[in-house]
């Protein structure tokens, strides 16, 4: 267990790694590795490491595969950090990705990914043993640069160090979920999402098993079988892979899982109401974070009996884990009092020390809050917010959720929340596009059969005023998917625009 402020990531690792040998560290497909075989492949990676470059950022082609995960381990063991690239992901995406980073040398365990400007490193052959000591990093070493889109355009790095991922740790382990060798634990992420690092580093640390999805697989039936056929114990999703599970729920039992985490996007009340039947033994916990504060900073227990808080229907995001700082901002950029929404800013341990290469958006994105304490940093979020009486947090959508409609300003999440009221156990979003005549106009798009689009509307038009009513209802046969599994909205928005037009 890291302990704040005292132990070392690596040391942690390796002494979990020895302690739990026999153990299966890891499931691939259908193959279990021990923790055994994970030292041994960590110990193998660290030697072509050394062979092959000095610099402190090394780029990591993220196939699901054995040796990728002993390659995150590898090089923080070398005391460097991993840029994770998807090898989905188009080649021109990744050499921008490298490009902007400044990352000259790229590991890969399965494949030459072609990228111009990079040296590959293949880390499937087989090196002469040698011993390997545990060193010691400062905190301020980085451990991973993970890139995110940009309002620009142009992906953001966000560098986490060492330190802000053991506090993310001690955080985590404050929340009471006592993870230990005897769980099984769901990682559906792709490793350049930054929920992934929960989903393997602390299994890793307490002597878990991993379950890793294929890429070659439909990710919400390899999870509901997993879940089911493996009794997997831990699992931290994101609410869409709910979404499409729904219409299964009467058949999904899995009383084996004790913790279901959500993160990654907003909760819909609703949603878990009817999911907790199917994890009747689980606590659920209702997590929130920006990349730019390590994975996830605050938490709400869902209440089985009733009395959930939320907003438009969404679960609140609850109160900041341990070592993190919070505060609500209005327009003006100070801090109002609980009862008041604006935008949530983050201080503490698990934040960022600012983006890679990037003064510019820093000054833009770290602040100091004039009526509150000079010595404290804080990072925007662009997260909409109201911290209740008890200190709790409710969320109520993106800034940048927020559009003007006829020169009223409207939250989609408003939209959404009564169109689902209407929409019983269907999955669907609300985008605003530029119409032809170049006003902004909001789009309602469900998935799958078309539904009665003239009750829609006029049922919409019952509850919310003109302005707020989509123009249009359309209908796609699937919502498409990011590659952290959450609705993408930007992919939504364009095909909706061109609809339109």
Request: aromatic letters at 6%.
């Amino acid at each position: 267990m890291i302990r704040a402020g005292m132990d070392d990531l690596s040391t942690v690792l390796a002494e979990s790694l020895r302690r739990h040998s026999a153990r299966n560290a890891i499931r691939i497909g259908s193959v279990f590795h021990t923790y055994k075989e994970l030292g041994e492949a960590v110990d193998q990676v660290r030697i072509h490491v050394r062979h092959a470059t000095g610099d402190q950022v090394i780029g990591l082609m993220a196939h699901d595969h054995l040796l990728t995960y002993a390659a995150i381990l590898a090089l923080w063991a070398e005391g460097r950090a991993y840029l994770p690239l998807a090898p989905g992901s188009p080649i021109a995406r990744n050499e921008e990705v490298l490009e902007q980073a400044g990352v000259r040398t790229v590991l890969s365990c399965c494949d030459d990914p072609g990228l111009r400007g990079a040296t590959l490193v293949r880390i499937d052959g087989e090196l002469p043993s040698m011993e390997m000591p545990v060193q010691h990093f400062p905190g301020t070493t980085p451990a991973y640069l993970l890139y995110t889109s940009g309002s620009t355009g142009k992906p953001k790095g966000v560098p986490i160090s060492r330190a802000a991922v053991s506090a993310f740790v001690v955080a985590f382990d404050a929340l009471g979920l006592d993870l230990g060798p005897d769980d099984r634990c769901l990682q559906m992420f792709e490793l350049t999402f930054d929920l992934s690092v929960m989903s393997y580093l602390v299994p890793f640390l307490k002597g878990a098993c991993v379950y890793t999805i294929p890429r070659n697989e439909i990710k919400y039936t390899y999870i509901h079988e997993l879940l089911e056929d493996q009794q997997l114990t831990i699992a931290l999703m994101v609410p869409s892979i709910l979404n499409f599970l729904r219409p299964y729920f009467d058949e999904i039992q899995c009383p084996s899982l004790r913790a279901n985490l959500f993160c990654g996007e907003a909760l819909p009340l609703d949603l878990v109401d009817e999911w907790q039947a199917s994890v009747p033994n689980a606590r659920i916990l209702n997590v929130y974070g920006p990349t730019e504060h390590t994975i996830f900073c605050t938490s709400l227990e869902y209440r089985r009996q009733g009395g959930n808080k939320a907003i438009n229907g969404i679960l609140a995001i609850g109160k900041p884990m341990e070592g993190t700082t919070v505060a609500i901002i209005d327009g003006e950029g100070n801090a109002v009092p609980n009862g008041i929404p604006g935008e949530l800013y983050l201080a503490g341990a698990q934040a960022t020390a600012g983006y890679w290469n990037d003064p510019g958006r820093n000054r833009e994105s770290f602040v100091r809050i004039p009526n509150l304490p000079q010595d404290v940093r804080y990072y925007r979020t662009g997260d909409r917010c109201v911290q209740d009486e008890d200190g709790d947090l409710l969320f109520q959508g993106r800034v940048d959720h927020q559009v003007k409609v006829q020169g009223f300003r409207v939250e989609l999440a408003e939209v959404e929340h009564h169109a689902k009221g209407l929409l019983s156990r269907r999955n669907m979003v609300v985008v605003a596009v530029r119409n032809a005549s170049g006003n902004t106009e909001l789009v309602l798009v469900t998935e799958g059969a078309e539904a009665n689009d003239r009750e829609l509307v006029r049922g919409l038009k019952d509850i919310l005023p003109g302005y707020m009513v989509p123009s249009r209802v359309l209908h796609m046969a699937t919502l498409p998917l990011n590659a952290n599994g959450k609705i993408d909205r930007p992919a939504v928005a364009a095909w909706a625009g061109n609809s339109v037009e």
